[in-house]
């Protein structure tokens, strides 16, 4: 069972960022790929960005390229999501998920793991 541990969400100004970070208790089969999704209030939660652990392959969702920038540090399992040119839109609780290598990166139900989520406010 891998254990997903997000943090570094919280309150920012539009146009400022912000970095999350998403340690995994292992990598295993089952986790080749992590990433962000996140849900806004009443709507579906949607991918925002991913990274094949083993290839450092990336995607990211249309609405955050050239905002966000997915990473990881494998020594320590886990992956970083840094957001810049934050907008009102981007508010939302964000969470970490893990599934292995097969299917869409962006459908949610093939991810095995989800962490509790962090809340991300973008307010003036």
């Known amino acids: 069972q891998v254990q997903l541990v997000e943090s570094g969400g919280g309150s920012v100004q539009p146009g400022g960022s912000l970095r999350l970070s998403c340690q995994a208790s292992?990598?295993?089969?089952?986790?080749?790929?992590m990433g962000w999704f996140r849900q806004a209030p009443g709507k579906e939660r949607e991918g925002v960005a991913i990274i094949y652990t083993d290839s450092g392959h990336t995607y990211y969702a249309d609405s955050v390229k050239g905002r966000f920038y997915i990473s990881q540090d494998k020594a320590k399992n886990t992956v970083y999501l840094q957001m810049s040119s934050l907008k009102a839109e981007d508010t939302a609780m964000y969470y970490c998920?893990?599934?292995?290598?097969?299917?869409?990166?962006?459908?949610?139900?093939?991810?095995?793991?989800w962490g509790q989520g962090t809340q991300v406010t973008v307010s003036s």
């Open positions: 292992e990598y295993t089969s089952r986790s080749k790929c």
């Open positions: 998920a893990a599934k292995g290598t097969s299917g869409r990166w962006s459908d949610k139900s093939l991810y095995d793991y």
